[in-house]
């Protein structure tokens, strides 16, 4: 499984790296850093993965199959 | 598919006077009826259970907000013009106005300031030995967001008043809204003079928004309504959930402390009370094509409630939601919204009230309750009218 991130519509809440601090960061200007930004999800952070993007309030994140 | 008249009918209004004092109930019986309710006072399908909120949150292609989100006509055609009345490229564009300013990235600069506040506010209560919780709960978001947006100091007693009022006018059509026009009026009036005399405090948001227009990047027309937008939903739901953090620690002694064993608590905590009491009940969204709803047919045009109170309380999503807990993960709450919509000042308002409690932890031993609380009367936001209370100096 991948997740895309749509940089535009992040505002930078930082939920998501909340919920999954292995695959997404906030830099210290707020940006979104996503560590697996267009490769797979390792098996051991999906449960973590998949909570970050329900968790993003503003629907930036996505899963792809 | 489930049509109009096989879905199951709530027919007590969930907007009486008493039912806005104390809905929990109402939502409980919506929910136990099923994931779509016709509500038939308010002509509306209830959506109480979380799952479908969030499905018709994120599909604003089917629930579109650009016909209004109250549940009267005169409001919706009031409100347009707004970032919270818009859809597709109209609402991209205004929400990229409103929202630069609000995000977490443009409210860092600010954070040391409001912590400040939050620490003379709470030092300030401890002066005295019973308070208004309400009271304390004001303080932040009146002494933050009015400077933020630039309104002038004059006017700015009406503030609450007209705030509130803006809320009450996006409900059904009752007494309460009735009543609550003039104050609404009122606010669109101030802030049409704001913006024509340029009123505004320099360097603010709403001196951005008066050089935009003057750059030829939005209409001077459309200035009082994007003002409105960063106003009207700023203080009550601020208040509100600050108000219910202290009422909640007051009543839940072990949570109170749980937070001062470990503070790093604190940002989910203010997600766990923004689920337990959720300062806004509901907003709705026109049906733009046929369409359904976990089995349950709506036709175009008809009226679909999202009740995140209700949502947020939903046992199919949340173990035991009837108990305040801070240590549950309460991130996936919906009291922001979610989605397109979601709340554009939440990076604000979590700001607002972890500062308040990051003071209150590091001042304070105990919050005791100093005598019975009262609900504030409103169609849209669930607060506090009145919270007694005793804080004891750590
Ligand atoms: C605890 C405090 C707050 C709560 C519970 C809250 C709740 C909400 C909710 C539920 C929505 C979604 C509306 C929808 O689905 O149609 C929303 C939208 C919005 N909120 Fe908040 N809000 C809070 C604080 C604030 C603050 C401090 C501001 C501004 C400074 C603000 C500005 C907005 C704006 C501009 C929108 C419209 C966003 C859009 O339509 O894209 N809110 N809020
Ligand atoms: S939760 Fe969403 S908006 Fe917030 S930083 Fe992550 S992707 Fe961006």
């Not at chain 2, 564009?93 to 600069?109: G, I, K, Q, S």
């Not at chain 2, 809320?167 to 009735?178: E, H, M, R, S």
């Not at chain 2, 979590?350 to 304070?364: D, P, S, Y």
Request: with cysteine; hydrophobic share 45%.
């Amino acid at each position: 499984m991948k997740i895309s991130a749509d940089y535009d519509r992040c505002e930078g809440h930082g939920l998501c790296a909340e919920q999954a601090p292995a695959i997404f960061e906030l830099d210290d200007d707020a940006e979104l850093v996503h560590h697996f930004d267009g490769s797979d999800i390792p098996p051991e952070q999906l449960a973590a993965a998949r909570a970050a993007v329900t968790a993003c309030p503003v629907a930036a994140l996505r899963e792809l199959p | 598919m489930r049509r109009r008249h096989e879905v199951p009918v709530y027919r007590p209004d969930i907007y009486s006077p008493q039912a806005i004092l104390d809905p929990y109930p109402h939502y409980a019986k919506l929910r136990e009826l099923g994931p779509v309710v016709w509500l038939p006072r308010r002509k509306v399908y209830a959506l109480p259970r979380y799952a479908e909120c969030k499905a018709v949150l994120l599909d604003d292609k089917t629930f579109v907000s650009g016909d209004g989100v109250a549940l009267n006509p005169v409001t919706n055609r009031l409100s347009r013009g707004t970032t919270l009345n818009s859809d597709g490229e109209d609402h991209a564009a205004r929400r990229a106005r409103v929202a630069n300013r609000l995000t977490p990235r443009a409210l860092r600069a600010m954070t040391d300031v409001v912590e400040r506040q939050a620490a003379e506010i709470v030092d300030t209560a401890l002066e005295r030995c019973t308070v208004d919780g309400v009271e304390v709960a004001a303080a932040l978001p009146m002494s933050v967001v009015p400077d933020l947006v630039g309104w002038p100091e004059e006017g700015r007693e009406h503030l609450l008043r007209w705030g509130a009022a803006t809320f009450d006018v996006l409900g059904p059509l009752n007494g309460q809204a009735i009543q609550a026009i003039p104050d609404g009026l009122g606010m669109m009036r101030f802030a049409h003079t704001v913006a024509k005399r340029r009123k505004v405090l320099p360097g603010s948001m709403g001196d951005d928004l008066l050089r935009a227009a003057d750059a030829g990047e939005l209409a001077h027309a459309e200035c009082p309504a994007l003002m409105i937008d960063y106003l009207a939903p700023s203080l009550d739901t601020t208040l509100s959930a600050i108000a219910s953090a202290l009422h909640l620690f007051a009543t839940h002694p072990g949570q109170w402390q749980l937070l001062k064993d470990d503070p790093g608590l604190i940002p989910n905590a203010v997600n766990e009370v923004v689920r337990f009491e959720s300062p806004l009940r509901a907003f709705s969204r026109k049906v733009a094509r046929d369409t359904e709803i976990a089995g349950t047919a709506l036709p175009a045009g008809a009226r679909a409630l999202v009740l995140y109170a209700s949502a947020n309380r939903d046992a199919l999503k949340w173990d035991d939601p009837d108990t305040f807990d801070i240590r549950r993960n309460a991130a996936h709450q919906l009291g922001f919204g979610h989605g397109t919509h979601g709340c554009a000042g939440q990076g604000l308002a979590r700001l607002e009230t972890q500062a308040m409690l990051r003071a209150l932890v590091a001042r304070v031993d105990r919050i005791e309750p100093a005598g019975p609380p009262e609900w504030a009367r409103n169609n849209i936001i669930h607060r506090l009218g009145r919270l007694p209370i005793e804080l004891i100096p750590a």
